[in-house]
């Protein structure tokens, strides 16, 4: 299993319109196959300036591949991750 | 519940006799009171130099505190963590 994850800020306010339509435009993600597990979460520590966190699993590089390479993830990222996001941090974690 | 995580890389090489005694110390942090779902995780993304993570939830803002401020947490941070890690950062994740 690997437990795929990525923290950011957007450039976006809290509780802004902006805020709200870079998250739905997100929702398509939870659906491309081989996601699982799907979280996301407010990041909360004061040692970061990230303020969010998507989380989710997969079973095997290769269904973490195609979720990379799927149209949909592809078109999220060009035309709303780009955009939208001011600082991330991908972080990828498999159990010992 | 707070998903409190740490990434982290230490000064001593993966299967190194460093590295093994780094995590045998850790081990004692995961039986402090409030800890719950400790995971010790490896760190893949070629994205980050960080090589290594621990997750663990707290049901509330005072079991966290409480663990931070735990004399066991405390002399493992003073006597290990701050002489064996080269680089980290901490990540507190709330669900929305």
Redesign the interface.
């Given at each position: 299993m690997?437990?795929h994850t990525v923290?950011f800020r957007l450039h976006h306010a809290a509780g802004s319109e902006g805020e709200k339509a870079f998250f739905a435009a997100a929702a398509p993600l939870v659906d491309i196959p081989g996601v699982k597990n799907f979280?996301?979460?407010?990041?909360?520590?004061p040692?970061?300036d990230?303020a969010y966190?998507f989380?989710m699993d997969f079973d095997t590089q290769e269904t973490y591949d195609a979720y990379s390479n799927h149209p949909v993830h592809d078109a999220f990222v060009q035309q709303i991750w780009l955009r939208d996001v001011a600082d991330f941090?991908?972080?990828?974690?498999?159990?010992?």
């Amino acid at each position: 299993m690997i437990r795929h994850t990525v923290v950011f800020r957007l450039h976006h306010a809290a509780g802004s319109e902006g805020e709200k339509a870079f998250f739905a435009a997100a929702a398509p993600l939870v659906d491309i196959p081989g996601v699982k597990n799907f979280h996301k979460f407010r990041e909360v520590s004061p040692k970061n300036d990230f303020a969010y966190c998507f989380a989710m699993d997969f079973d095997t590089q290769e269904t973490y591949d195609a979720y990379s390479n799927h149209p949909v993830h592809d078109a999220f990222v060009q035309q709303i991750w780009l955009r939208d996001v001011a600082d991330f941090l991908e972080i990828d974690l498999v159990e010992d």
